[in-house]
């Protein structure tokens, strides 16, 4: 199988080419290979690979810069997806695409199902809304999975800015009040290349193309999320300035952001387990394995 796979150097597209590459030729690029807001450029790079299969995790991921730059993010967030699709329609190919639970407000008891109604509070939120609903109108063979809090020990995130202020501060303050599942982009890797493999086995008529919520199992708070992260290099002899009782929970008011986030990220995954059969662990499983790599 030929797969163009977009966002090589993120931390789902690095894991990406590992868990790939045993299923195909693996065609992986990045910004510095084609700009994904350059439309013409984009399909350019599609015409002249020709995939089976193209997976996107590439996107515009600041979050609060996109409000002032929200251009930016529409371009590679909406209209790189749209162009996908389009092209893809005419190779006969597919298209694996991954979205954001920043599509809902926050505002719902319980974990969002795909039925649920969207209303994304910020322009990052609106562009990856607007990428799913591009993709889904230009071909019918697309796959949206939709995560949250994702973490890996290949680029910038969460659980490494908390480590590198452990170093720094002896006392943080992170919210409380906002629940979801850090998700591992091994997971996300791993479970996209099972989709892959069955892709190939079932073939495009009979695999159950759609919207999917994917996350780990569980749920927490970023400062409950801070405080393991913290614990787990406590307990492999990390020298720090603080411990976990050193984070104390504030409220989202007391932290303000450019871009709102929502309060409930919490994605129910039913859908997506029964589909396709797949167990999703708990989200301390894959921290575990991504903190043994960074400490």
């Avoid at 089976?52 to 967030?77: F, G, H, K």
């Avoid at 939120?125 to 995560?147: D, F, W, Y």
Wanted: proline share 5%; hydrophobic share 40%.
């Amino acid at each position: 199988m030929n797969i163009l796979l977009t966002g090589k150097n993120g931390q789902v597209g690095f894991e990406l080419q590992r868990a790939l590459a045993p299923l195909g030729q693996v065609h992986a690029v990045d910004s510095g290979d084609c700009d994904l807001s350059d439309a013409v450029a984009l399909r350019a790079l599609v015409q002249r690979i020709k995939p089976q299969l193209i997976v996107n995790p590439a996107a515009y991921t600041a979050v609060d810069r996109a409000e002032s730059a929200p251009a930016q993010a529409m371009a590679v967030n909406a209209l790189a997806p749209a162009v996908l699709g389009e092209e893809a329609k005419k190779l006969g190919a597919a298209v694996i695409h991954f979205s954001t639970d920043y599509v809902f407000d926050g505002q719902k008891l319980g974990a969002y199902t795909e039925d649920d109604a969207t209303a994304p509070l910020s322009a990052y939120g609106r562009s990856k809304l607007q990428g799913e609903r591009a993709l889904a109108q230009a071909t019918p063979h697309h796959l949206i999975l939709r995560t949250s809090w994702v973490v890996g020990a290949h680029g910038s995130n969460f659980a490494k800015t908390m480590l590198r202020l452990a170093t720094e501060r002896e006392q943080l303050n992170v919210v409380n009040d906002q629940h979801g599942a850090p998700t591992s982009a091994a997971l996300i890797a791993d479970v996209s290349a099972h989709l892959v493999r069955r892709l190939q086995t079932a073939g495009a008529a009979n695999f159950p193309f759609g919207l999917y919520h994917m996350t780990a199992g569980g749920e927490t708070n970023w400062c409950d999320y801070a405080r393991f992260v913290i614990g787990y290099a406590q307990r492999t002899g990390r020298s720090l300035r603080l411990t976990p009782n050193d984070i104390l929970p504030i409220g989202t008011g007391q932290y303000p952001t450019a871009a709102r986030r929502p309060l409930n990220s919490c994605l129910d995954t039913t859908h997506f387990r029964e589909t396709f059969g797949l167990q999703l662990p708990h989200w301390q499983q894959g921290l575990d394995h991504i903190l043994q790599q960074i400490l």
